[in-house]
């Protein structure tokens, strides 16, 4: 069982940053892929961006390359996502999740089965 507890969301001007964190309990951590998708309201939730067991590999969506970055601190039992150049669109709910299966690839968003409570991070225009 892992359970997942994100922070970091608020209201924010467009153009401007947040960092996202999650905090993961259990010992096998270190061992899933983590990922964040997000929700607005009347939409289906979006898989925004992935991270391998390791941070060697990275997926994100193609509506955040280049601003949005994805993270991990091992030791600290912690996932990031550093959101830069916010757009009004980027407006949801932020959900932290983990993979059921060790060492799966990020990329996959059907490994994904641990759900955070979510943030709400609002982008104002």
């Known amino acids: 069982q892992v359970q997942l507890v994100e922070s970091g969301g608020g209201l924010v001007q467009a153009g401007g940053s947040l960092r996202l964190s999650c905090a993961a309990s259990?010992?096998?951590?270190?061992?899933?892929?983590m990922g964040w998708f997000r929700q607005a309201p009347g939409k289906e939730r979006e898989f925004v961006a992935g991270?391998?067991?390791?941070?060697?590999?990275?997926y994100y969506v193609d509506s955040v390359k280049g601003r949005f970055t994805i993270s991990r601190d091992n030791v600290k039992n912690t996932v990031y996502l550093q959101m830069n150049s916010l757009k009004p669109e980027d407006t949801a709910v932020y959900y932290c999740?983990?993979?059921?299966?060790?060492?799966?690839?990020?990329?996959?968003?059907?490994?994904?089965?641990?759900w955070g409570q979510g943030t709400q991070v609002t982008v104002s225009s």
């Open positions: 991270i391998s067991w390791s941070g060697g590999s990275a």
């Open positions: 259990g010992r096998t951590f270190s061992r899933r892929a």
């Open positions: 999740a983990a993979a059921l299966n060790y060492y799966s690839d990020p990329a996959v968003r059907d490994e994904y089965f641990y």
